[in-house]
């Protein structure tokens, strides 16, 4: 396992999570059907694998061992894209409590809602890009073979523990439909 390719691989199946519930929050604000199923499912995907397991990856191995290299502007960074970590979990706690409310009936916080869920994908968009464009580049040029090996040990201790084999192959049946659905509304729209 490369850590790089680990941390670009799990950015690409989060983009795919953050469109289709851009997706969906775009449908939700033109007040078509609103899918509680798969809103459901997304939330499950960002609770336990984006929050529980990718930001556990960063935060807890991939930062601190580019933060043992000593180069200054790093520490500004990576406290930075913690605290957009925190900032995103902010956003889907008040999603979760609007959609509780809408699923007692509550249609009032629809919009509401939406639009945290669209701000939350921005979000996490202008995080992946920095993590992508700025950190795994930096890392590239820094870790040899030892410390990828030891990061890559501690990335799947993270996965096991946080989301495990039976979960991952849920995920990844997810991920495939919604990129499905994705290429479908892709073609429609030429």
């Not at 799947?156 to 192959?169: A, E, N, P, T």
């Amino acid at each position: 396992m490369n850590p790089i390719r680990d941390i670009k691989g799990e950015h690409a199946s989060i983009k795919i999570i953050l469109n289709a519930m851009k997706r969906l929050a775009v449908d939700m604000r033109l007040g078509k059907f609103i899918d509680s199923y798969r809103i459901v499912q997304i939330f499950d995907f960002l609770h336990t694998f984006t929050e529980h397991c990718h930001y556990e990856k960063e935060e807890k191995s991939l930062y601190p061992a580019l933060l043992e290299y000593d180069i200054p502007w790093t520490v500004d960074t990576l406290n930075h894209l913690k605290n957009e970590h925190r900032l995103a979990q902010n956003y889907i706690k008040e999603i979760d409590t609007l959609f509780g409310e809408y699923l007692s009936g509550n249609t009032l916080v629809i919009n509401t809602m939406a639009l945290s869920m669209i701000r939350y994908v921005e979000l996490e968009m202008k995080h992946i890009n920095t993590v992508d464009h700025v950190v795994l580049p930096l890392c590239e040029k820094l870790f040899d073979t030892k410390k990828s090996k030891s990061i890559a040990c501690e990335f799947i201790k993270i996965q096991d523990r946080s989301v495990g084999h039976l979960k991952h192959l849920e995920y990844y049946k997810l991920l495939s439909m919604l990129n499905a659905e994705n290429d479908i509304l892709s073609e429609r729209a030429y």
